[in-house]
T-cell receptor, first 112, second 116 residues
Framework: DQQVKQNSPSLSVQEGRISILNCDYTNSMFDYFLWYKKYPAEGPTFLISISSIKDKNEDGRFTVFLNKSAKHLSLHIVPSQPGDSAVYFCAAQKGGSEKLVFGKGMKLTVNP | GAVVSQHPSWVICKSGTSVKIECRSLDFQATTMFWYRQFPKQSLMLMATSNEGSKATYEQGVEKDKFLINHASLTLSTLTVTSAHPEDSSFYIC????????????FGPGTRLTVT
C-alpha cells in the first residue's frame, strides 16, 4: 500500500519556467515532509522540508506547499534550470519516528 | 557538513559469495543508520534501521539472516549480503541520522551490487 504517492512519473519544462512537482499521502499521522533530489547512481540529497504546522516553506528557488486537508504537497522550482534535471522524491515521516516513507519519484527534465 | 560515505561504490560478485558494504558518517555521529534498496525506476525501500550497539530492526519481508547489519560505532554501519543470488543485484543506499528533531537523514552515494 503506497502511503506516499507521486502519480506523475515525469515532467518536462523549459528553462526559466516554473516546475511543479506533486505528492499525495494517505497517512494522517505523517507530520514532516521532505523533498530529495537524486541523480543516477548517486544517493538522494536533501532539498527542502516542511512541518505539518506550516503550509509553506521557501528556500531560494524552491518552495514547498502543504495542504493538510487534501493530504497534498507540492514543490515549486522557479526559475527552473537545466541543472535541476534529476529524479525528485517526496518523503514523509510520522511524529516520533525516524523512518522515511518515500514516493516512487518523478523525473524532471529542464530543457535549455 | 553531514557527509555520508559508502564503500565500495560498485561491486560484482559470484552467486553464493558474501559481500560487505560499509557506510560511514564522516563529520557527525549517527545515532541511527538506515539501509535502503532501490530497484530501477522504483522508490527507495527501507530494509532496516540500526542503532549503535544494538540489533537492527528489519522491515517486513527482509530476511535478517541474508542481510546482516552491524552498527559497530556511531560512525560506521555495515551491510553484508550473504550467499548472494542474482536477484540480490540492486542499488543499496545507506543514510545516517544525527538524532534529534526533525530526524533528518543524510544519504550516502549508494553501492551498485551485481551478482553473476
Amino acid at each position: 500500500d503506497q502511503q506516499v504517492k507521486q502519480n506523475s512519473p515525469s515532467l518536462s519544462v523549459q528553462e526559466g519556467r516554473i516546475s511543479i512537482l506533486n505528492c499525495d499521502y494517505t497517512n494522517s499521522m505523517f507530520d514532516y515532509f521532505l523533498w530529495y533530489k537524486k541523480y543516477p547512481a548517486e544517493g538522494p540529497t536533501f532539498l527542502i522540508s516542511i512541518s505539518s504546522i506550516k503550509d509553506k516553506n521557501e528556500d531560494g528557488r524552491f518552495t514547498v506547499f502543504l495542504n493538510k486537508s487534501a493530504k497534498h504537497l507540492s514543490l515549486h522550482i522557479v526559475p527552473s534550470q537545466p541543472g535541476d534535471s534529476a529524479v525528485y522524491f517526496c518523503a514523509a515521516q510520522k511524529g516520533g519516528s525516524e523512518k522515511l516513507v518515500f514516493g516512487k519519484g518523478m523525473k524532471l527534465t529542464v530543457n535549455p | 557538513g553531514a557527509v555520508v560515505s559508502q564503500h565500495p561504490s560498485w561491486v560484482i560478485c559470484k552467486s553464493g559469495t558474501s559481500v560487505k558494504i560499509e557506510c560511514r558518517s564522516l563529520d557527525f555521529q549517527a545515532t541511527t543508520m538506515f539501509w535502503y534498496r532501490q530497484f530501477p525506476k522504483q522508490s527507495l525501500m527501507l530494509m532496516a534501521t540500526s542503532n549503535e550497539g544494538s540489533k537492527a530492526t528489519y522491515e517486513q519481508g527482509v530476511e535478517k539472516d541474508k542481510f546482516l547489519i552491524n552498527h559497530a560505532s556511531l560512525t560506521l554501519s555495515t551491510l553484508t549480503v550473504t550467499s548472494a543470488h542474482p536477484e540480490d543485484s540492486s542499488f543499496y543506499i545507506c543514510s545516517a541520522s544525527p538524532g534529534g528533531l526533525p530526524y533528518e537523514q543524510y544519504f550516502g552515494p549508494g553501492t551498485r551490487l551485481t551478482v553473476t
